[in-house]
């Protein structure tokens, strides 16, 4: 279910604005634009906003920015253009429909619609951005911790299942929408959290390192294997470019009951289908269509597989007579 909810988001090319694409030049279809916008987004449990579009208010009007709340005095500091520009609705309503919403800023906005934006460790324009990137590395420093209690009277399954779910607790206050019964083995890296969508019975190895400048979602019964990197974001090949900090992200989707195998690194824009098996140390550089065995540097398809739940597989029909 997951893994279908940013469908159209892995575009190869940049996001536009809806008024370059929609030839938006008049002030009245433009306006009219934005009125439509505004009633679209105003479905969005988190994020209310005002006529002007030029700031968001949660439902009490406090200052949260895990409820997509800004001040105006920030918006001043960091942007004063409208946060939600046209085309970039369709990602704005994804990320403010998710559990634990992201900054609202205009770097976000550009960060999760495909556009260039500036982020650098000696020169980062967005304080909000700054400052979720300050709580994920918090919530990595202690969600990594691992403080296993050592209590010989104690059953292994007991310390396990308490493990689990001490993690479990953890992991829904920061990630992005998360499905039933996650398992991740710490210690686990991410950017941001906000952006990354995990489907149910998810489960991790030690050390899942994910980039989530763009969206991340992975679908149902996902497995990953140790040192596995899934990364979002990227450089462009101009060196003034990279001088400059510029950054741009695609999203990254995996399907329902996928593996990825040990050391396993996908790259920004690819989709990997649904049921497929990315053997270890890949780099899946394209996407892999359903139900397929990838390999290799870059990974490329080697066989398919069944898909256990179609009526002519062989999977089905064993099923059938038990």
Not at 1 to 27: F, K, T
Not at 135 to 152: G, L, T, V, W
């Amino acid at each position: 279910m997951l893994a279908d909810s940013v469908i159209g988001l892995n575009s190869p090319e940049p996001v536009i604005y809806a008024d370059q694409e929609m030839g938006l030049s008049s002030p009245s279809r433009a306006a009219q634009h934005d009125r439509e916008l505004v009633l679209s987004l105003k479905s969005c449990p988190n994020l209310t906003l005002d006529t002007t579009m030029t700031r968001a208010l949660s439902d009490d009007g406090a200052d949260s920015r895990d409820s997509w709340t800004q001040t105006s005095s920030e918006m001043d500091l960091e942007d004063t253009n409208p946060l939600v520009s046209g085309h970039n609705a369709m990602h704005f309503t994804h990320a403010a429909r998710l559990q634990n919403a992201g900054p609202l800023c205009r770097e976000y906005e550009k960060m999760i619609s495909g556009q260039p934006y500036v982020v650098s460790p000696w020169a980062d324009p967005s304080p909000s951005l700054q400052g979720r990137k300050l709580r994920a590395r918090q919530f990595c420093a202690s969600y990594n911790q691992d403080d296993i209690p050592n209590d010989p009277k104690m059953p292994p399954e007991k310390v396990f299942q308490g493990l689990r779910n001490r993690r479990e607790k953890m992991l829904r206050t920061i990630i992005g929408e998360i499905g039933e019964q996650p398992v991740i083995e710490p210690p686990f890296n991410f950017q941001y959290g906000s952006n990354i969508s995990l489907g149910d019975r998810f489960y991790a190895n030690v050390n899942l390192r994910i980039h989530d400048s763009g969206f991340v979602t992975i679908g149902n019964r996902v497995l990953i294997a140790p040192n596995v990197t899934i990364v979002t974001e990227t450089h462009d090949k101009d060196i003034q470019s990279r001088r400059d900090g510029v950054v741009f992200a695609r999203p990254v989707t995996i399907g329902d009951d996928c593996w990825i195998g040990s050391g396993a690194t996908i790259l920004p824009g690819v989709t990997i289908g649904k049921g497929t098996t990315i053997g270890a140390g890949s780099m899946v550089t394209k996407d892999i269509p359903p139900f397929s065995v990838a390999w290799g540097v870059p990974a490329r398809v080697i066989h398919s597989v069944d898909d256990p739940d179609a009526a002519d597989s062989a999977q089905y029909k064993a099923a059938q007579h038990l």
